[in-house]
């Protein structure tokens, strides 16, 4: 009897799937074949490709502006032609202003409250409160900050080389913990080194959640597969352990910050602002965050605070860390842009009265040129989680120019960034790495989208830059980043979620001589 009622399963299964595969098909879309049972994903799950690159491959499979896939059982519409994907975002975001991913404030209060993951109108009002965080002037203000954890890392790489003429430094490490402090210091306002302190309570929320576990594969798969799978976790008690870490961390800071009136110039302190005044102070030298009478009222919970901040830890680290490893790994096998990027720092300085400041470093143009190169070779600067893509819902029905084809409302849809970074028609010479290709604009600029468009574009971009380009700045000032003669490209590791470079990402330092540059 339960072999005949687990055959009657199979089959019913079996054919269920075959008709969820015809999805596209009666829609009338571009389709691809799927596979049983995984379709697209097939790859990623024989190990073969990380999710991160499984869906960039598919794209260069076919020429169709858009194209029908399933993410296992899911059909997704995949947009690739880049003017559309950029009008989805910009022109027409009113039928794709959410991102499809699930989370509700019963089930979910860690995440809920994240601008990433809020929709409609809670997005909208948040992201206007959340948008004078990270204006010029308090950038600026924060700067100081920045630069000294920059200072921190220029004396753990000294240290390293301090025996030997050059050696090869695994850079991604070494930058992920600068942006780890980055993070502690700017954002929470900790009083953290952790290059000298391994066991420091924000380096272990960061390897906790970079725990290569079968469990953190599921669950991120989850989230973008099956949002109602994840509610279900969720659900069943099995929570993410990092953002309770965060939450206890900035529960704690908050509380004594109040206790004892203490004011820092952090993003902390302004998100505190927002809940104790529901806005943020105009007056970028007013960093206080105490309430008046009339505000007695909190305008924020500390749950959102800290959704928030996770989100900025993830998002700030992987993609920080990243993008100066993968820039630095560039510079190394092209001597004339490395020549030409130590110049401009130089040069930089010297028109700023030989001070390393924050306009001195808004003022190295060819490094900005570098930083944009890499995202678009290696799309390094897309938020939590972690993939070269972007990932829209429609929310009404939307026809597509110059088609009769309709996608209905409730459609999950993807625009794959790095498939249009890597495409010859938008980039000529799409893999090699060329900072003059920006300055010249040989390029398509409908196609280049490394912080996103539109109203949901990366609201973080601007110190995200600032950041990567103090670490590089400061690496470029005091070492010598050793030319590689053979020529490679970084081979990306076959498994998990994000895109991350397979051994890490190895350039070989010496020491520079200050007085010879």
């Known amino acids: 009897m339960f072999l005949l009622l687990l055959i009657a399963v199979c089959t019913f299964s079996f054919f269920y799937v075959k008709w969820i595969y015809t999805f596209w098909k009666r829609k009338g879309f571009p389709y691809l074949e799927p596979k049983i049972p995984f379709a697209v994903l097939d790859p990623v799950f024989k190990r073969e490709a990380a999710l991160g690159t499984a869906i960039p491959d598919v794209y260069r499979r076919t020429k169709d502006k858009v194209l029908g896939i399933y993410l296992i059982t899911r059909p997704v519409l995949l947009i690739r032609d880049a003017q559309l994907a950029r009008d989805i975002l910009t022109k027409h975001f009113e039928s794709f202003h959410d991102r499809g991913i699930h989370v509700n404030d019963e089930d979910d209060p860690q995440f809920s409250g994240g601008l990433f993951n809020l929709k409609g109108q809670k997005w909208k009002s948040l992201r206007v409160k959340m948008t004078p965080l990270l204006t010029s002037g308090k950038l600026k203000a924060m700067f100081e900050t920045?630069?000294?954890?920059?200072?921190?890392?220029?004396?753990?790489?000294?240290?390293?080389?301090?025996?030997?003429?050059?050696?090869?430094?695994?850079?991604?490490?070494?930058?992920?913990?600068?942006?780890?402090?980055?993070?502690?210091?700017?954002?929470?306002?900790?009083?953290?080194?952790?290059?000298?302190?391994?066991?420091?309570?924000?380096?272990?929320?960061?390897?906790?959640?970079?725990?290569?576990?079968?469990?953190?594969?599921?669950?991120?798969?989850?989230?973008?597969?099956?949002?109602?799978?994840?509610?279900?976790?969720?659900r069943l008690g099995w929570r993410e352990k990092a953002p309770e870490m965060m939450r206890e961390i900035v529960k704690r800071t908050i509380e004594m910050r109040e206790e004892r009136n203490i004011t820092r110039k952090d993003m902390l302190q302004l998100l505190m602002q927002l809940r104790n005044k529901g806005q943020v102070n105009d007056n970028d030298n007013d960093w206080s965050a105490k309430a008046t009478d009339k505000d007695s009222a909190k305008h924020m919970s500390i749950e959102t605070i800290a959704s928030n901040l996770v989100l900025f830890y993830v998002a700030g680290y992987e993609t920080t860390a990243s993008t100066i490893s993968f820039t630095a790994f560039e510079l190394a096998q092209y001597p004339e842009a490395l020549?030409?990027?130590?110049?401009?720092?130089?040069?930089?300085?010297?028109?700023?009265?030989?001070?390393?400041?924050?306009?001195?470093?808004?003022?190295?143009k060819y490094l900005d040129l570098c930083i944009m190169e890499t995202t678009r070779k290696y799309e390094t600067t897309r938020k939590y989680p972690g993939l070269p893509i972007l990932n829209r819902q429609c929310t009404q029905d939307y026809q597509l120019p110059d088609s009769d084809l309709v996608i209905k409302n409730g459609t999950p849809v993807i625009i794959p960034l790095l498939g249009f970074h890597r495409d010859e028609k938008y980039f000529p010479d799409a893999m090699?790495?060329?900072?003059?290709?920006?300055?010249n604009k040989n390029y398509d600029p409908v196609a280049f989208m490394p912080f996103g468009e539109g109203p949901r574009h990366c609201i973080a971009q601007r110190m995200g830059r600032v950041n990567a380009k103090v670490a590089l700045a400061k690496l470029l000032l005091n070492f010598n980043i050793e030319f590689n003669p053979v020529r490679k490209e970084i081979e990306i590791a076959n498994f998990g979620v994000p895109i991350m470079a397979k051994g890490g990402i190895n350039v070989r330092l010496s020491k520079r001589n200050r007085e010879t540059q």
């Open 146 to 234: 920045v630069e000294e954890v920059g200072d921190r890392m220029v004396n753990y790489v000294n240290a390293q080389l301090s025996d030997v003429g050059s050696k090869e430094l695994e850079l991604r490490h070494v930058m992920s913990t600068f942006a780890i402090d980055i993070i502690a210091s700017v954002f929470l306002g900790l009083e953290v080194n952790s290059f000298e302190e391994p066991n420091n309570p924000i380096l272990k929320i960061r390897d906790k959640l970079n725990e290569p576990t079968f469990g953190s594969v599921v669950r991120g798969t989850a989230q973008m597969l099956f949002p109602s799978l994840e509610m279900l976790f969720i």
């Open 432 to 439: 090699r790495w060329d900072p003059d290709r920006i300055l």
């Open 339 to 364: 020549e030409k990027a130590q110049r401009d720092v130089r040069d930089a300085i010297e028109r700023h009265d030989n001070k390393f400041t924050c306009e001195s470093v808004q003022d190295m």
